[in-house]
């Protein structure tokens, strides 16, 4: 089955920089990945997504890029607010049909004012 | 419209009871998954409904089982409750297959 890794588990970041997130996946089948934010006590609620067919999409501040020969999509948020914290979660998709979406094991994000 | 809800929020069980969960997708949506949020586990994918059938199941015991009605509604149901099954119970419709999914607010069981 599929497996999703996520990096790292924690970060902080001064507010305004920018934070990086990066995920591997090991179903070549998988073509769609979406990334979820997720605050503390509240659901995870999509904040993008990339489909197999490009290589970047963005957003505003939040862009995903995918490497597909590599098998791995990061998440950039740029001039990080406060309210960016939360864990954040990718995700890959079995593409067989099914709705089946194994998640990575999530980032804390911390950015501090 | 409205979002994914799912009753009840809260539960409180005790070792070897069982419980039932219900979730309503967002209207028109006909998949409907689930999922077992832990601290130590992370997001894991329980299974998937679309139009009554079980299409997808993971790695969990038979205790924990689902169904779907005609109307989308999805209802799980987790038997011989364990202290490990403490979790918060996520579900999430959508629209199509694959697509984008949209979680409920989740109900929080803790077995005693």
């Known amino acids: 089955g599929e497996n999703v890794e996520q990096h790292p588990s924690t970060l902080s970041v001064q507010e305004g920089d920018s934070a990086v997130i990066k995920c591997t996946y090991s179903?070549?089948?998988?073509?769609?990945f979406p990334w979820y934010k997720q605050e503390l006590g509240k659901r995870p609620q999509l904040i993008i997504d990339?489909?197999?067919?490009?290589g970047e999409k963005k957003d505003q501040r939040i862009a995903v890029t995918l490497n597909k020969t590599a098998k791995h999509f990061s998440l950039h948020i740029t001039e990080t607010q406060p309210e960016d914290s939360a864990v954040y979660f990718c995700?890959?998709?079995?593409?067989?049909?099914?709705?089946?979406?194994?998640f990575g094991t999530g980032t804390k994000l911390q950015v501090i004012p | 419209k409205a979002g994914v809800t799912q009753t009840p929020r809260y539960l409180i069980k005790t070792r070897g009871q069982q419980v039932t969960l219900s979730c309503s997708p967002i209207?028109?949506?006909?998949?409907v998954s689930w999922y077992q949020q832990t601290p130590g586990q992370g997001l894991q994918f329980l299974f998937e409904?679309?139009?009554?059938?079980?299409?997808n199941k993971g790695n969990f015991p038979g205790r924990f089982s689902g169904r779907q009605f005609s109307n989308s509604r999805s209802e799980m149901n987790v038997s011989t409750l364990e202290l490990g099954d403490s979790a918060l119970y996520l579900c999430?419709?959508?629209?199509?297959?694959?697509?984008?999914?949209?979680f409920g607010p989740g109900t929080r069981l803790t077995v005693l």
């Open positions: 209207s028109g949506h006909r998949s």
């Open positions: 995700a890959a998709m079995d593409s067989g049909g099914y709705q089946k979406v194994t």
């Open positions: 999430a419709s959508s629209l199509a297959i694959p697509d984008t999914q949209y």
């Open positions: 179903d070549s089948a998988s073509n769609y």
């Open positions: 409904y679309f139009s009554e059938t079980q299409r």
């Open positions: 990339i489909r197999s067919n490009v």
